[in-house]
């Protein structure tokens, strides 16, 4: 599957575009909304980076707990549920008056929630397609989160002057309360892909199962930890450049948006093989000279050409799926999914303490030195193609 017709021809698929792309709409404008509104609350580099991507802190709990929910529940319902569930904690959200500790304990609530969403979602998408889709088609959700994202951060900013933070936060609602009505009538009932219960020890057990290889513990590695600290960088928009930091956030979602159409309708696989460490490179390169502070034009452009570098996740989910059996494909891409959003969370974590010792300037530098150090060392484990795994 090669072009963007076959694509969307495939039954479910469209529908499973639809609901990602109004969830990623949502996260964007709320996301905004609420790290402006706690950022002008508390005057904090870190407690706003924190409103932005703390959440993904909490989602190591659910990783470890909840997981195995990924695969034993309905993807229809998991789906619709979790949109009812993020529309009422970000309607919460926009109460007047809200102590900021009950903000953080609904992110909270939201990161653990999230966690098993990633693993429904990128695990229907692996069980409808063929397996020669599925780079394709992850690329198009890809594409999806950043052109969503480049509008959605421009609405949301247009959205916290003319409606404030919380009538921002209130669009993003309504925007998840679409995502579960989509999901609801637009897919089909289909059962679990594994049988038995979801529980703890069925998390344990799958986690385990998945970590004992150590070309996939490689990969895990490379998806979650230069990303996480790249996000560190993200993190810091908002103290770095208060008034443009929409601005900032869209021209990383563009550049986003560029590698992932590159990678997944362009590349052969001979090119996908070799541009992997490269690309991780370019994710957090462009970031070494902000101790600099440059200007906005020069910040711009080097947010836009790192973001390009996100394209190489793409490539590491397309290595994993060979080395992981069909029926465990759900809770490996969910494991993907929170732990790449738990070192996000980690990211944002250290370059808000980071920035709050010396500037989020310098910040920003260290946590791309950083990047580029774990990029390099991981970089032997990577080497040659994985072999294709199909069965347990």
Same mark, same amino acid.
């Given at each position: 599957?090669?072009?963007?017709?076959?694509?969307?021809?495939?039954? @479910?698929?469209?529908?499973?575009?639809?609901?990602?792309?109004?969830?990623?709409?949502?996260?964007?404008?709320?996301?905004?909304? &609420?790290?402006?509104?706690?950022?002008?609350?508390?005057?904090?580099?870190?407690?706003?980076?924190?409103?932005?991507?703390?959440?993904?802190?909490?989602?190591?709990?659910?990783?470890?707990?909840?997981?195995?929910?990924?695969?034993?529940?309905?993807?229809?319902?998991?789906?619709?549920?979790?949109?009812?569930?993020?529309?009422?904690?970000?309607?919460?959200?926009?109460?007047?008056?809200?102590?900021?500790?009950?903000?953080?304990?609904?992110?909270?609530?939201?990161?653990?929630? #999230?966690?098993?969403?990633?693993?429904?979602?990128?695990?229907?998408?692996? @069980?409808?397609?063929?397996?020669?889709?599925?780079?394709?088609?992850?690329?198009?959700?890809?594409?999806?989160?950043?052109?969503?994202?480049?509008?959605?951060?421009?609405?949301?900013?247009?959205?916290?002057?003319?409606?404030?933070?919380?009538?921002?936060?209130?669009?993003?609602?309504? &925007?998840?309360?679409? #995502?579960?009505?989509?999901?609801?009538?637009?897919?089909?009932?289909?059962?679990?892909?594994?049988?038995?219960?979801?529980? #703890?020890?069925?998390?344990?057990?799958?986690?385990?199962?998945?970590?004992?290889?150590?070309?996939?513990?490689?990969?895990?590695?490379?998806?979650?930890?230069?990303?996480?600290?790249?996000?560190?960088? +993200?993190?810091?928009?908002?103290?770095?450049?208060? @008034?443009?930091?929409?601005?900032?956030?869209?021209?990383?979602?563009?550049?986003?948006?560029? %590698?992932?159409?590159?990678? %997944?309708?362009?590349?052969?696989?001979?090119?996908? +093989?070799?541009?992997?460490?490269?690309?991780?490179?370019?994710?957090?390169?462009?970031?070494?000279?902000?101790?600099?502070?440059?200007?906005?034009?020069?910040?711009?452009?080097?947010?836009? &050409?790192?973001?390009?570098?996100?394209?190489?996740?793409?490539?590491?989910? @397309?290595?994993?799926?060979?080395?992981?059996?069909?029926?465990?494909?759900?809770?490996?891409? %969910?494991?993907?999914?929170?732990?790449? &959003?738990?070192?996000?969370?980690? %990211?944002?974590?250290?370059?808000?303490?980071?920035? +709050?010792?010396?500037?989020?300037?310098?910040?920003?530098?260290?946590?791309?030195?950083?990047?580029?150090?774990?990029?390099?060392?991981?970089?032997?484990?990577?080497?040659?193609?994985?072999?294709?795994?199909?069965?347990?």
């Amino acid at each position: 599957m090669r072009t963007y017709r076959e694509l969307f021809r495939t039954p @479910e698929f469209t529908p499973l575009f639809a609901t990602s792309a109004l969830s990623v709409a949502a996260s964007t404008v709320s996301g905004l909304a &609420l790290g402006t509104l706690v950022h002008s609350a508390t005057g904090s580099p870190l407690l706003s980076a924190l409103a932005m991507f703390g959440p993904a802190l909490v989602q190591v709990v659910g990783a470890v707990t909840l997981l195995s929910a990924a695969d034993r529940l309905p993807p229809r319902a998991a789906m619709a549920g979790l949109a009812l569930a993020f529309t009422v904690a970000t309607g919460v959200q926009a109460v007047p008056g809200l102590p900021m500790w009950a903000v953080f304990v609904v992110l909270a609530a939201q990161g653990l929630i #999230a966690s098993v969403g990633g693993g429904v979602r990128f695990g229907l998408l692996n @069980e409808i397609l063929t397996k020669d889709g599925y780079l394709l088609g992850r690329s198009v959700l890809n594409m999806a989160v950043g052109t969503l994202q480049i509008c959605g951060y421009a609405l949301g900013g247009v959205l916290v002057v003319l409606l404030s933070p919380r009538g921002a936060l209130l669009t993003g609602a309504l &925007l998840y309360a679409a #995502a579960a009505t989509v999901a609801r009538l637009g897919l089909t009932d289909r059962p679990p892909r594994t049988t038995g219960r979801p529980s #703890a020890a069925a998390t344990w057990r799958v986690n385990a199962r998945l970590w004992s290889s150590a070309p996939r513990r490689c990969v895990y590695l490379a998806l979650w930890v230069p990303n996480g600290l790249v996000a560190g960088c +993200e993190s810091l928009y908002v103290s770095y450049a208060p @008034e443009h930091a929409g601005l900032l956030f869209a021209c990383a979602a563009l550049g986003m948006l560029v %590698g992932d159409t590159l990678a %997944g309708r362009f590349l052969p696989l001979r090119w996908r +093989e070799r541009l992997g460490a490269p690309l991780r490179l370019l994710l957090a390169v462009p970031y070494l000279p902000f101790f600099l502070e440059p200007g906005l034009f020069v910040a711009v452009a080097a947010v836009t &050409l790192a973001s390009v570098g996100f394209a190489a996740s793409l490539l590491l989910q @397309e290595r994993l799926m060979r080395l992981t059996p069909d029926e465990l494909s759900g809770q490996a891409l %969910g494991l993907h999914s929170s732990g790449t &959003l738990t070192l996000q969370g980690v %990211g944002a974590l250290l370059a808000g303490t980071i920035a +709050e010792l010396t500037t989020p300037a310098a910040a920003m530098t260290v946590m791309a030195a950083a990047s580029v150090t774990v990029t390099l060392a991981l970089a032997p484990g990577l080497r040659g193609r994985a072999p294709v795994i199909a069965t347990a």
